[in-house]
């Protein structure tokens, strides 16, 4: 899918509260390219929440529908996508979106999830009672399927122009922080 020709787009993927959603709006102004929030896309196709269909329909359809999510976005060259915090650890759909853009992980400690997250009732992962376990663990679960993207960027203490800088440089091959790390695989 990716060719010269096309124009530039990226795909953003880590753990929820990572920034893909603020970042990629920003990334994708700075690039002239179409913002495409697969979350958002879900929504609006289903006519509910992801909290809602979790609750109705369960994990499982969740996943199917981000699936056909990932390939309509993945139809049209040089958008900038910001993945769920799940999309990327389905083999095929890493495929996809690897093939598509480079890949951008966004990388969080457990401890600014927690922070971001802390008033956010919305997201269906973490409705139990210790979110703390819970983040760690599936952060850590996740994080090696992450670590296949092309970049990693800390958003660490950062805002999401100063990540999204990060990413444009990454992406134009110029040199950049040291909080920036190139993934060969």
Excluded at 58 to 80: L, W
Excluded at 103 to 117: E, K
Excluded at 166 to 179: K, N, Y
Aim: hydrophobic share 40%; proline share 3%.
């Amino acid at each position: 899918m990716k060719d010269a020709a096309s124009p530039r787009g990226a795909v953003l993927v880590g753990f929820m509260g990572a920034g893909k959603s603020s970042v990629g709006k920003e990334l994708a102004r700075r690039l002239k390219a179409a913002f495409v929030d697969l979350d958002d896309r879900i929504e609006a196709d289903a006519g509910k929440g992801i909290g809602e269909i979790f609750a109705v329909e369960g994990e499982r359809a969740f996943r199917k529908r981000e699936r056909k999510a990932i390939r309509d976005a993945v139809s049209v060259p040089g958008r900038v996508i910001a993945t769920g915090g799940g999309a990327f650890q389905d083999a095929a759909n890493r495929r996809l979106l690897k093939a598509y853009a480079p890949v951008v992980f966004l990388d969080v400690s457990a401890a600014t999830v927690l922070r971001r997250l802390a008033r956010d009732a919305s997201r269906p992962l973490l409705s139990g009672d210790d979110r703390e376990k819970v983040v760690t663990e599936l952060l850590a679960r996740r994080r090696r399927t992450y670590l296949e993207a092309d970049f990693r960027v800390s958003t660490e203490h950062r805002t999401p122009r100063e990540v999204a800088g990060e990413v444009v440089a990454l992406l134009g091959g110029s040199a950049g922080s040291t909080s920036r790390e190139r993934r060969r695989g």
